[in-house]
């Protein structure tokens, strides 16, 4: 069964800091790429970061370059996020994804290049 699952979500102050995970079944995690997108009440959903699992390659959104790190952990089939000097900003929904496209030269980071999608965890961020 296809399956990713996050966690991790939950409320800081700003300038803390959160790690989200997720963990996939072992043929979705295997696809290409995994990703972190957030939406907000109101706003489009956007992307976060992405990671290639088959090398460890990385890519990030401008707005988080810096403060978020995309790492993964190959033996659990997990996939983190560690948010660091976190803003009211970021305070959104929290969607785990993964997707067929992209490889080691080429991270996608567009909502419709991700075709499996996780529950989403929640963070809230407070001033």
């Known amino acids: 069964q296809v399956q990713l699952v996050e966690s991790g979500g939950g409320s800081v102050q700003a300038g803390g800091s959160l790690r989200l995970a997720c963990a996939a079944s072992g043929a979705i995690y295997r696809s290409h790429c995994m990703g972190w997108f957030r939406q907000a009440p109101g706003k489009e959903r956007e992307p976060v970061a992405g990671i290639y699992t088959g090398a460890g390659n990385t890519r990030y959104a401008d707005s988080v370059k810096g403060r978020f790190t995309i790492s993964q952990d190959n033996a659990k089939n997990t996939v983190y996020l560690q948010m660091n000097s976190l803003k009211s900003d970021d305070t959104a929904m929290y969607y785990c994804?993964?997707?067929?496209?992209?490889?080691?030269?080429?991270?996608?980071?567009?909502?419709?290049?991700?075709?499996?999608w996780g529950q989403g965890t929640q963070v809230t961020v407070s001033s």
């Open positions: 994804a993964a997707s067929t496209e992209g490889g080691r030269f080429y991270i996608p980071l567009a909502r419709f290049e991700y075709n499996y």
